[in-house]
């Protein structure tokens, strides 16, 4: 058990609309990754997070922005959604051996 | 930067065989390299990793070998079960570099074990 949760499970919007996705690392841990996997493919670095700031980022748009907590909890906004971001959310804490959380299932219409 | 790529996409074995799945990195600087089971609905579930100091790691099962000349990694299971069927990526890192450890993966490869 990785121990990282990640909210809400599944979730579906149309185009324009813009989403929140939220991840809770196991206890103690500071650092969170957020991965974007859409059918079929392998998972794809978004950015992350330490001591609340973005650390790196992955060759995603402006679109894509994140907050960390000083709990470490992490939140993903996708603003102006497209079809194309219809995909498997993934969240990963600590930073060298990464943990997944179960992932939050989106859905563009 | 980095780029995975990953054989084969599917791969069908009997119950009892063994199944090899290979992965090759393009960055020289990679130095961490896990191997992550997902089944269908689940997030990714690291099975098992090997840094670039060893070239082979044992754990029941399964093996994962290392050539770093070649920027090659393989992931062997031996005596497979039908518990085993799922998808595997295979993922490359420079751990304790300016990436802070982000994963790159390969595309997965979709193992199916026939009883």
């Known amino acids: 058990d990785a121990g990282v949760t990640q909210s809400p499970t599944h979730l579906i919007k149309t185009r324009g609309q813009q989403v929140t996705l939220r991840c809770s690392p196991k206890?103690?841990?500071?650092?969170v990754s957020w991965y974007q996997q859409a059918l079929g493919q392998g998972p794809q670095f978004i950015f992350q997070?330490?001591?609340?700031?973005?650390?790196q980022r992955g060759n995603f748009p402006d679109r894509f922005s994140g907050h960390q907590f000083p709990n470490y909890s992490s939140e993903l906004n996708v603003n102006a959604l497209l079809l194309g971001d219809s995909a498997l959310y993934l969240c990963a804490n600590k930073w060298g051996t990464q943990y997944f959380g179960p992932g939050t299932r989106l859905l563009v219409l | 930067g980095e780029n995975v790529e990953q054989h084969p996409s599917t791969l069908s074995v009997q119950e009892g065989d063994s199944a090899v799945i290979k992965c090759t990195y393009s960055d020289s600087a990679s130095n961490y390299f896990p191997w992550y089971k997902q089944e269908l609905g689940k997030g990714p579930q690291l099975i098992i990793d090997?840094?670039?100091?060893?070239g082979e790691k044992k754990d029941q099962r399964i093996a994962v070998t290392l050539n770093k000349t070649a920027k090659h990694f393989s992931l062997h299971i031996t005596e497979t079960q039908p518990e085993d069927s799922a998808v595997y990526f295979c993922?490359?890192?420079?751990?304790?570099?300016?990436?802070?450890?982000?994963?790159?993966f390969g595309q997965g490869t979709i193992l199916t074990v026939h009883p």
């Open positions: 997070y330490y001591e609340e700031e973005e650390r």
């Open positions: 090997i840094r670039s100091n060893v």
């Open positions: 206890s103690g841990h500071d650092t």
């Open positions: 993922a490359a890192s420079n751990a304790g570099g300016t990436s802070y450890g982000k994963l790159t």
